[in-house]
């Protein structure tokens, strides 16, 4: 990733959202930014925690397809990847999607082979408001 490239960071599906910009040192873009998610599982797994900057805590969906998870960057920012750290539970098949007005989406990424751990996903270079993992199978 070249230095100036923001590098979106996703603690995804059954865990959390974390955006970092990469400059000269990793800033956090997404951190307490306005996210929201198809469902939650619980009161205690709330997609606010998947920004709070804290990686012991995490966001986690109803056990049921398609869910997703979507953070508010602000404002539009070059986005050129993505890293997702799953839980023990992940996505099998997923997308990640970029919006600049939050209703026209477009997949920079698509897999229905996740295997979980970490997938460390880069893409061509767009400008992106919002980001969203959409899964589509657990």
Known sequence: MRKGMISLIFMALLVGLLPVL???AATNVALNKAITASSTEDSGKTPALAVDGNSSTRWSSQYSDPQWIRVDLGAAVPINGVKLNWEVAYGKAY???TSTDNSNWTTVY??????????DISFETRNARYV???GTER
């Open 22 to 24: 990469h400059a000269s």
């Open 132 to 134: 969203r993992m959409y």
């Open 95 to 97: 997308q990640i999607q």
């Open 110 to 119: 698509s897999t229905t082979q996740g295997d979980g751990g970490i997938d």
